[in-house]
């Protein structure tokens, strides 16, 4: 039980390119979730997805696109990479069922954008 | 919006100390909160998830309580040792399962 995967561990790209960050889980979760954490600020919710086919804007959207194809999958996209979205970037998963709303999340993908 | 605060951004204490750890939201209408442990280049470790019924969650020697009306949760770390040397981070659920983060606190524990 791998738990909540992301790869790829680290990434380095020139303004205006685009990349795909890939997370993965196997715990059957519902729920799961892009945020970015910056120096001091704690983490921010970018986007989010409630079931397979579903995606929905968090707090800070603008520049970033996902996809939840498959229930285990959940991408994250930048299609025209900017020096301000350089951060580290976590996914979570977590269970349907609001009681058990633990977020389970992965090591993280550090990203830099020059 | 909900806002989460977490005062003191640092803490420095000798080994054996209790810690103490505060957050705050402006938003008592929380479905539950939660405190994360994250270590330098990692992720986040859930430590306690406190519900909004609970007034205090216990781990080890660990506790969280929580007092939803004056939008406040404390971590208890007894005894601390120097492997609990880490970020903690505590965060609020509230409707849509979404969980907004205070921006943590750095805490040493000195041999």
């Known amino acids: 039980n791998a738990g909540v995967t992301q790869t790829p561990k680290f990434r380095v790209l020139k303004t205006g390119q685009s990349m795909t960050l890939l997370c993965a889980q196997d715990m059957n979760h519902e729920y799961m979730y892009w945020y970015r954490q910056d120096p001091g600020m704690g983490l921010r919710l970018i986007h989010y997805?409630?079931?397979?086919?579903?995606?929905a804007k968090g707090e800070v959207p603008d520049g970033y696109n996902v996809s939840r194809l498959k229930k285990q999958n959940f991408l994250l996209g930048l299609e025209s990479a900017a020096p301000s979205q350089t951060s580290v970037y976590f996914c979570?998963?977590?269970?349907?069922?609001?009681?058990?709303?633990?977020?389970?999340f992965g090591p993280g993908t550090r990203l830099t954008v020059l | 919006k909900q806002e989460v605060t977490q005062i003191p951004a640092a803490l420095s204490v000798p080994e054996g100390e209790n810690l103490v750890l505060n957050c705050s939201f402006t938003d008592s209408a929380i479905y539950n909160l939660q405190w994360f442990r994250q270590d330098p280049g990692k992720g986040l470790t859930s430590l306690l998830l406190?519900?909004?019924?609970?007034r205090e969650q216990t781990s080890g020697r660990l506790n969280a309580s929580l007092d939803k009306s004056s939008g406040r949760s404390t971590l208890y770390i007894a005894a601390s040792q120097p492997g609990d040397s880490a970020t903690y981070l505590c965060?609020?659920?509230?409707?849509?399962?979404?969980?907004?983060f205070g921006g943590g606190t750095r805490v040493l524990v000195k041999p």
């Open positions: 965060a609020v659920e509230a409707a849509g399962n979404k969980l907004t």
């Open positions: 997805s409630v079931g397979e086919g579903t995606t």
């Open positions: 406190i519900q909004s019924s609970q």
């Open positions: 979570a998963s977590s269970y349907t069922k609001r009681r058990y709303n633990e977020q389970f």
